[in-house]
């Protein structure tokens, strides 16, 4: 068949013999050697093929001219007449756009059996969820919710009588349910109300036929601490964030090992951290993290060990000496260290001169930390280095915080170790947002890593026998399973 098909497309096969399908004999047709309709009329104007391409132009022009000027008409036979009633029965079928008035949705009206009613009748019964704001007052809680002020008095005073407080947690859910009310004047009252009073507590209201009456579930919790150790990696800071400690556990930490080991420079990668928090967890999976008990951290050449002690909470070293006995080494959270103590070129005077403190990069706003207890006796513009601190530090050190954006203490103000008394800025000679941090002892400028302050207390006697027998027993607290 492919053969044949193809001996009847062959320009040979219009002279050939006559094709032959089983008996019939289908007679030749016969056709000029050259038949070409299709004619380029932009190419030999004026020639016999020209014209004849010419002419079947015009044939076809007149031929769809004349079809189109006489079209069939469609006679409609019979239908419905669109009169106006019946054009607004059928507009709420119709599709429009709703800004221009458009109604869509067939109305029914209502049929004879409908009665017409004085009020809509109420639910008999409301469930609902309602959460606790940002203030954590149950009153106001229930009273978005609804409920009437005898029944939120009630509910207030059995709380309070269960040991619960009514101060909640923001985003605490209370389950409430009120009941049917004897008409729309009056509120509806509550038939039963739950909701988690506190870690271990649940507290369910229930209405009876004496009134409203409190139920107490206990749920059980682990209040033992939880340690958590890791290895430093890329950032201290960052290690601790993700092995799931929260930021307040995290900055308590650095604050308290920066008294005694340099954060910028004396951790390294490989270091461990370790460290022990007050954690409490519900048997129902919610937790709640409290202080940091112990702060420690092992570099292969030595064992730095803190533990809180006493009624102030201090922190204490392994020997029961105070860890703030001496300077923060870094009187910036999470910073880092830029430029050393020394000769160095100035980048904006453009030639080299003495660098007589140490700087830390960090963003502006960065909270500055006193690095010792101390008396303001600067705080204000002082040319080239900004808006400046000086602290004293007994009779003959002080420390200055320069390039400030922010001041919060004043001249004379006693401050606190770890206390905030600035934020970091880049004002003055300043080439970007960072703290530059100087130490004077005896009127001469000394490198602030290598300054020595003694401060603090020292425990001894009972005291210290006490605290070592402790920190004997909170070291003894499995770590977490790998």
């Known amino acids: 068949m492919a053969t044949l098909a193809a001996a009847a497309l062959s320009p040979r096969s219009r002279s050939a013999q006559p094709f032959v399908a089983g008996r019939a004999r289908l007679p030749r047709v016969p056709l000029p050697a050259e038949l070409d309709l299709l004619v380029d009329l932009g190419d030999a104007i004026g020639s016999p093929r020209w014209w004849q391409g010419a002419a079947t132009l015009a044939l076809l022009c007149s031929l769809v001219v004349g079809l189109g000027s006489a079209p069939p008409r469609l006679v409609v036979t019979g239908g419905e007449v669109l009169t106006a009633p019946v054009l607004d029965v059928r507009a709420p079928a119709r599709i429009g756009a709703l800004a221009a008035g458009s109604r869509h949705g067939l109305v029914v009206p209502p049929g004879p059996a409908a009665v017409r009613l004085n009020e809509i009748p109420e639910r008999p ?218 000769m160095r070129f100035h980048p904006i005077l453009g030639y080299s001169r003495m660098h007589q403190g140490i700087d830390f990069a960090a963003p502006t706003g960065t909270p500055v930390l006193a690095s010792a207890g101390g008396r303001v006796i600067a705080a204000g513009w002082s040319g080239g280095y900004g808006n400046l601190i000086a602290v004293q530090h007994g009779r003959n050190m002080v420390t200055r915080y320069a390039h400030l954006s922010r001041i919060h203490v004043r001249v004379g103000d006693t401050v606190s170790q770890g206390q905030r008394i600035g934020a970091v800025g880049s004002t003055g000679l300043s080439t970007g947002p960072h703290l530059h941090y100087e130490v004077w002892v005896n009127g001469r400028p000394v490198n602030p890593a290598q300054a020595r302050y003694l401060s603090g207390n020292q425990l001894a006697g009972e005291e210290l026998r006490r605290f070592q027998a402790e920190l004997a027993r909170i070291r003894q607290i499995a770590r977490p399973a790998s």
């Open 125 to 342: 019964r409301i469930e609902l969820v309602a959460r606790i704001g940002a203030g954590g007052s149950l009153e106001a809680a229930l009273r978005r919710a609804g409920v009437g002020r005898e029944d939120l008095e009630s509910i207030l005073k059995l709380a309070r009588a269960s040991g619960a407080s009514t101060t909640l947690a923001p985003s605490t859910e209370l389950q409430l349910v009120l009941g049917r009310r004897e008409s729309r004047s009056v509120p509806r009252p509550v038939e039963s109300l739950s909701f988690r009073a506190a870690l271990d507590l649940r507290l369910a209201v229930l209405r009876d036929g004496d009134g409203l009456r409190v139920q107490r579930i206990p749920i059980r919790v682990d209040n033992r601490p939880l340690r958590v150790t890791g290895e430093v990696g890329r950032s201290l800071h960052g290690a601790l964030r993700a092995s799931g400690v929260p930021g307040a556990v995290v900055a308590d930490y650095l604050r308290q090992l920066g008294h005694v080991v340099d954060i910028q420079r004396g951790v390294r990668g490989r270091d461990r951290f370790d460290l022990i928090v007050e954690h409490r967890q519900a048997e129902t999976g919610e937790r709640e993290w409290g202080r940091l008990l112990y702060a420690g951290l092992v570099d292969g050449r030595r064992s730095v060990a803190l533990m809180r002690f006493g009624p102030k909470g201090e922190f204490f070293r392994e020997n029961g000496e105070s860890a703030k006995r001496g300077l923060i080494r870094t009187p910036v959270e999470g910073a880092r260290l830029s430029s050393n103590f020394g």
